[in-house]
């Protein structure tokens, strides 16, 4: 009997040795093939699991040994995460969910560079509520700048849904826990949504139909949560999360951008982008900073004598363009001079042309 398979011989296999040579060289290249093939499904099949070290546990997000806690630093996003809703229709009756996972959300912000994280119970319900949108108020708190709030929407194993839910692999559809989060973020003082989302997460999973055998004796606090393919997928959807807010929120709300060049005589370069906050249209008063103890100094505006102020024209990353809305008095550099959104109502002569 032939050690070949049936059927005609593809065009890339070599004959030209004959014999015995040949037919080994025939198998050894079909073997070759069917290692690669295996290693590709394999590959396939695994997706895009979180890796791990099958001799450790997998830790939760932002779990690290630290010797001192990072200090605070001045200027950043300051952020709060309120409590999630839990998600509508569970495979599993775990009724706090959407609060572990963001405790979970928070405690991978602390360990994130871009901004600082507050616990702040009373601005986190109350940014909740629908009421609280669309009020503008001076009198609500100033030390958090944006509010996370948010639903677990998913929190699945797709061998239990329908297979038209689950994605297809190389070859078959894929076994997955899939975890979701919808969110949006409020900013406190304007009382409005500033960014929105829905964002995943996925880990592989067996093809166990029974959830809750799966997860029996385990709930979402347990450390050994996060060694589960939902506890993965939690992990994977709030990396994603975090990774998306940082791409839309600013993330140094509290410094101040300063004029860095004058380009016309009305026309000036600052630093400090959207990812200071600025956006176009925006006014802001000119100061010049106090050198040497000496208080800061107002520009002046030479035909009003108020202070002089600008308004933000185009916005990039790091930073923007901005048309003074007067004149500043001749011999006068206002290279160095900060924006601030104080002192008092800005002078309205908007004047849009000419030196």
Partial sequence: MSDLPAGPAPANWDFKAGGDGGRLDVV??????LKIAATVVLVAVSGCARPSNPWV??????VAVTVTAR???????????????????PQLDWPDVGAELARAMRRSLYNDTDFEVRI???IEQAASSPTFLGKKSESRPVEVDFVVIGQVTDFHHTAALPKEASRWGLLLRRKEA????EWKVVDVRAGRVVAADHTYGTAK?????????LYEGLDVSAYLFWNTPLGRASHDAIDNTI??????????VGERPTITAVLAPRKVLVQGGWKWGLAEGQEYYLVIPGVGGNPPQPVRDVDTGQTLVLQITDVNKGTAEAWLLGKPAPGVDIRGA??????????????????
């Fill in 178 to 181: 899939v975890v979701a989060i």
């Fill in 205 to 213: 999973a067996s093809g166990n139909k029974k959830i809750p055998e």
């Fill in 28 to 33: 050894m290249r079909f073997s070759t093939f």
């Fill in 243 to 252: 990774e998306r807010m940082r791409n839309v929120l600013p993330s140094f």
């Fill in 57 to 62: 546990y997998a830790e939760p997000p932002a």
């Fill in 71 to 89: 200090p605070v630093q001045q200027g950043r996003t300051v952020i709060a995460v309120a409590e999630f809703t839990n998600p509508d229709n």
């Fill in 120 to 122: 702040a119970p009373e």
């Fill in 338 to 355: 900060v924006l601030l959104t104080q002192p008092g109502p800005p002078a309205r002569k908007l004047a849009t042309s000419g030196p």
